[in-house]
């Protein structure tokens, strides 16, 4: 009697702890990375708006506003990722233009988008070689 209950205990305590190794070896598996997805065609700048709230109810700027401001100023834009450049550097479009912005891997935060999905980005500009850029320290669905 002793010997099955000792046995049916030692059971148990291997059956949890291949779930616990099974569940730690999955869950990263799982964790999807983010990123742009340069397949689709970009949305028709006509289109972008439709249904969104409008730039004044949102506090947010528009790309053709984000070259006077000054080094440091922190921005949102709403519009598209369009293309990608290299690595990190990403085209983003909103009505009134197009500017270059670097999103690092970690800030994607296993969020992945295409060149249809409208997007806001937040983050600090600065003026390097003649050329605005905006550092993305925030991109989301709005």
């Known amino acids: 009697m002793q010997k ?14 291949g779930m616990l ?19 689709k065609e970009p949305v028709v700048t006509e289109r972008m708006y439709a249904g969104h709230k409008v730039q004044q109810e949102n506090g947010q700027s528009r790309i053709q506003a984000v070259p006077s401001m000054r080094e440091g100023a922190w921005v949102t834009l709403e519009g598209n990722v369009i293309s990608q450049q290299q690595e990190e ?33 937040s983050g600090q500009v600065s003026h390097e070689n003649g050329s605005t850029i905006l550092d993305v320290a925030v991109i989301s669905k709005p």
């Open 21 to 39: 190794l099974t569940s730690f070896i999955a869950i990263p598996a799982l964790a999807a990375q983010g990123g742009f997805s340069a397949e």
């Open 89 to 121: 550097w990403y085209t983003f479009r909103d009505p009134t233009g197009t500017i270059k912005v670097r999103i690092q891997q970690k800030v994607w935060n296993g969020q992945h988008f295409d060149a249809q999905d409208l997007v806001r980005v």
């Open 4 to 17: 099955q209950y000792f046995s049916q205990i030692r059971r148990q305590f291997f059956n949890v702890t």
